[in-house]
C-alpha cells in the first residue's frame, strides 16, 4: 500500500469538486444537509456528550460541519480538525477562527494530538482510483490510527456492503469484516449500527479504561480486568 499515493489521489478528487460546489453538503460529495446530519447524530449517539467537554478530533473534517452540528445541539465540546484540502482548511478558519484545523498525515504524523474522541463521516467512501483491497487496507490502518490517539473511544461510518445499486467510484464494506477487525485490533468493546435508512453503517469502538469508569461495580469487575 502507497498511502502517499492515496492520499494525493484524495486531494486530487476533493479539492476540485470543493472548488466548484463550495461550502455546502455537495462541496464534499454529500448528497444533503439531511443525510449528513443524520450521520453525524448516528457517531455521536453512544458518547455521554453532554456529560462532559470533551476534546474531539475530525478526521476529514471539510469545514468543520460536525463542529457546527454540536454547536447547534449546544454540545459543549474542545474540537479538532484533520483535513488535506486547503481551501477546506481555509474556509474553515474563517467560518470558526477559535478552533484548529490542520493538514494531517495520520499515517505518518508523530504530533497527533492525543483527543478524547475520533470521529471520521464520510472520509472512507470515495476510492479515488485505489483498488479495494489498497483502500481496505489503508482505512483500516487509518482506524487503528484513530484508536491508538483516543482516551474514550473512536466512531466512523463506511458505505455498507448490503446495498441495491453499486458505484464502481465508491468503497464498500461487509460489516461483519469489519466489526471483526476492530474486535481482533482494538477492543471488545464494539457497537455496529445498520438501522438508518442509509446505505452504510457507524462503528462505535470504546477503550476498556474508559469502559471501566463506566461500569465501575464490583459486579463487572472480572469482566474488566
Aim: glycine fraction near 4%; charged fraction near 25%.
Amino acid at each position: 500500500m502507497n498511502s502517499d499515493k492515496i492520499i494525493k489521489a484524495q486531494l486530487d478528487a476533493y479539492r476540485p469538486n470543493f472548488i466548484e460546489h463550495g461550502d455546502k453538503p455537495q462541496g464534499t460529495f454529500q448528497n444533503n444537509s439531511e443525510t449528513q446530519r443524520l450521520r453525524f447524530d448516528r457517531i455521536i449517539r453512544q458518547f455521554r456528550l453532554q456529560e462532559k467537554a470533551y476534546l474531539i478530533h475530525d478526521i476529514g473534517c471539510g469545514t468543520c460541519d460536525l463542529h457546527q452540528y454540536l454547536n447547534d445541539l449546544s454540545i459543549q465540546h474542545r474540537y479538532y480538525g484533520t483535513e488535506i484540502v486547503p481551501e477546506m482548511i481555509e474556509a474553515a478558519k474563517a467560518k470558526f477562527p477559535n478552533i484548529e484545523v490542520k493538514n494531517h498525515d495520520l499515517l505518518k504524523d508523530k504530533d497527533i494530538p492525543l483527543a478524547d474522541i475520533t470521529l471520521l463521516s464520510g472520509t472512507l467512501n470515495l476510492l479515488a482510483g485505489a483498488s479495494e483491497e489498497e483502500w481496505k487496507e489503508f482505512s483500516f490502518e487509518l482506524i487503528k490510527k484513530m484508536f491508538e490517539h483516543s482516551r474514550v473511544g473512536i466512531s466512523f461510518n463506511v458505505l455498507t456492503s448490503y446495498r441495491t445499486f453499486s458505484d464502481p467510484t465508491l468503497a464498500y464494506f461487509n460489516p461483519s469484516e469489519v466489526f471483526e477487525f476492530c474486535m481482533k485490533n482494538l477492543s471488545r468493546f464494539v457497537l455496529l449500527d445498520h438501522a438508518y435508512p442509509l446505505y452504510e453503517f457507524s462503528v462505535t469502538v470504546f477503550h476498556k479504561e474508559y469502559m471501566r469508569q463506566e461500569f465501575n461495580l464490583p459486579a463487572f469487575e472480572k469482566y474488566l480486568k
